[in-house]
């Protein structure tokens, strides 16, 4: 191995991507992973399938390096599960030799920072890259602190929902409820209604959110619904007039197909209570279950009294993993303000017009500190893996093929 010493943050299809690129170029790097296996997030909604086919989830790159090894994945049109994404394609990717002895599982890097700087030390002067990256992390020994010359933070945002009261902060009572507040798509076996261990059957349930995860959920509740239909769903959406993203002539046929359940759940003769234009302004725990206060665009308020809450709300990256870094986030998506400039510029639409906006746009003032991945988008949900696999190749066309020794002989 040459080149800098490459700490990568996350083995998420994005960590992997990079992993594979450092191989191949044949760099110095370890892989940072929290999670006791590869594509922890992934395996989360591992249930669910993806609206995008295997040709747009799986990189040329990886691909190649899979196929050599005797494991190419699927191609073609056919549409993945998360599960299927993680058995076909990230854990052979994984068990690749040169990825699989950089591989740190159980491994979760807490913070980072540079070697006896502060955030507010040399602004400007090029004197922060003359200091390796100081990062503090944690495992089943304890903490401990280890170097890197270059970070790649593909951490992702699945892990850090947002809250679920109006104006995206904490509802009164959220945090009192949490035991009864769902903030990933859950498994509803509605074929299996009558050996029902979850213990959907037959509750009330309080849907909140409007974007595809949600979509989601209110698809797989319609089917609980129909096979046990003492169950209540009531679905809350802030938009009054909601589109659900609806792409004219989508060349997704399984994204138009939940958009069509879910205007057809919104509309006259649904199976649901359906809320739109509500937000969520307290909770309240009750002998008879969670009261949940919603309020309307006009300042009315209505309760509904429910048994778990399903919060879909959306997620954003953390950005307390580099709090003292010199990191310039846009103000309104926390996105790096550079590629968050230029998606803005280029009033990015559907995910499937997205690309990259070049090289540039991933720096930071931060000298050899990369944002990737959905994390990279912030706010903005019109992120692509196809995005992530540029970015990939445009921040190590970025890195000095040189050792933090050799820069500081």
Not at 110 to 127: A, C, N, P, Y
Not at 312 to 323: E, F, K, M, Q
Request: hydrophobic share 40%; proline share 5%.
């Amino acid at each position: 191995m040459s080149g800098p010493v490459i700490a990568i943050l996350g083995a998420g299809p994005i960590g992997l991507e990079a992993a594979a690129a450092a191989a191949e170029a044949g760099l110095d790097f370890t892989v940072y992973e929290m999670a006791e296996s590869v594509a922890g997030n992934v395996r989360a909604w591992g249930h669910v399938q993806l609206f995008t086919p295997w040709s747009m989830n799986v990189s040329s790159r990886v691909r190649r390096l899979l196929a050599e090894g005797g494991s190419e994945p699927p191609n073609g049109d056919g549409c993945p599960s998360g599960h299927e994404l993680v058995e076909s394609v990230f854990e052979p990717l994984a068990r690749q030799p040169a990825i699989e002895a950089r591989l740190r599982l159980g491994t979760e890097v807490v913070e980072v920072g540079r070697e006896r700087l502060l955030k507010s030390d040399e602004i400007g002067t090029g004197g922060r890259s003359r200091q390796p990256f100081r990062m503090m992390v944690r495992d089943g020994d304890g903490e401990r602190v280890e170097h890197a010359d270059v970070v790649l933070d593909c951490t992702g945002t699945y892990h850090h929902p947002n809250a679920l009261g109006s104006g995206g902060i904490r509802a009164p009572g959220e945090g009192h409820a949490e035991e009864w507040i769902i903030r990933q798509i859950p498994t509803f076996d509605a074929a299996n209604l009558e050996n029902d261990a979850s213990g959907w059957r037959g509750r009330r349930i309080l849907l909140v959110g409007g974007g595809h995860s949600a979509q989601t959920a209110a698809r797989d509740l319609r089917r609980v619904v129909e096979k046990a239909p003492d169950t209540e769903v009531t679905w809350a959406v802030r938009n009054p007039e909601p589109t659900f993203g609806a792409v004219e002539d989508d060349p997704l046929p399984a994204r138009a197909g939940l958009v069509r359940t879910a205007l057809d759940l919104t509309s006259d003769g649904s199976p649901f209570d359906v809320r739109l234009g509500r937000t969520v302004e307290r909770l309240d725990a009750t002998d008879d279950g969670i009261v949940v206060t919603l309020a309307s665009g006009d300042g009315k308020a209505e309760t509904v009294t429910v048994d778990w809450i399903v919060s879909l709300t959306g997620s954003v990256g953390d950005a307390r993993l580099y709090r003292q870094l010199q990191v310039h986030e846009c103000y309104a998506t926390s996105g790096p303000m550079k590629l968050a400039a230029a998606l803005l510029g280029s009033a990015a639409g559907d995910c499937l017009t997205q690309e990259s906006h070049g090289a540039e746009t991933l720096k930071n003032p931060e000298p050899d500190f990369y944002i990737l991945g959905s994390k990279s988008y912030g706010r903005n949900n019109t992120f692509l893996l196809r995005v992530g696999w540029e970015q990939v190749d445009e921040v190590f066309s970025l890195i000095e093929p040189t050792t933090f020794a050799e820069q500081v002989t």
